[in-house]
């Protein structure tokens, strides 16, 4: 089983591929696609699409996980996110992938068993948990693979 994770954002999209195999979790790959705050809106989520599309092409993974959307004080901030996750999930749908939402509680208490875990402990165990010689750089990667973990410790309630 091959799973994505993402971490959406307008100016930088974490992604992160892992795969289990044997009750074995295996690391694949991880980037960022980042877009320049100068280029219009529409043309930055076609960026995002489009370098979606393609890892999803070259690495075929069949199901994802995805960070929730989630914010405290300002909706503003929120609304740039929001574009981009709706970009990441069209990609997705034209590739036939099944995607699964998590809150950022859920997959802290997935990876770490505390949902109200730190980033440094969150990211730390992403690293113990696919045997990574250092933590995943940069953060939205890292929360990209923690969102994949998530999903693959998830999948037996969602009975995929």
Do not use: W
Not at 6 to 14: E, M, Q
């Amino acid at each position: 089983m091959r799973i994505i994770g993402v971490d959406p954002g307008l100016a930088s999209t974490g992604y992160g591929i892992i795969e289990s195999e044997s009750n074995k979790i295996h690391y694949i790959y991880h980037g960022v696609i980042t877009t320049s705050s100068e280029l219009p809106l529409s043309q930055r989520l076609f960026i995002i699409y489009n370098s979606i599309s393609d890892i999803l092409d070259e690495y075929e993974p069949e199901e994802a996980g995805i960070e929730a959307l989630f914010f405290v004080k300002n909706i503003s901030s929120a609304i740039p996110v929001a574009h981009a996750k709706g970009v990441v999930h069209l990609a997705f749908a034209m590739h036939n992938i099944n995607v699964y939402e998590y809150s950022p509680q859920a997959i802290k208490m997935a990876v770490v068993g505390e949902g109200r875990a730190d980033k440094k402990q969150v990211q730390e165990m992403t690293k113990l948990i696919l045997g990574l010689p250092d933590i995943p750089k940069p953060d939205h990667a890292a929360d990209a693979l923690s969102a994949a973990i998530c999903h693959l410790n998830s999948r037996s309630f969602y009975h995929v």
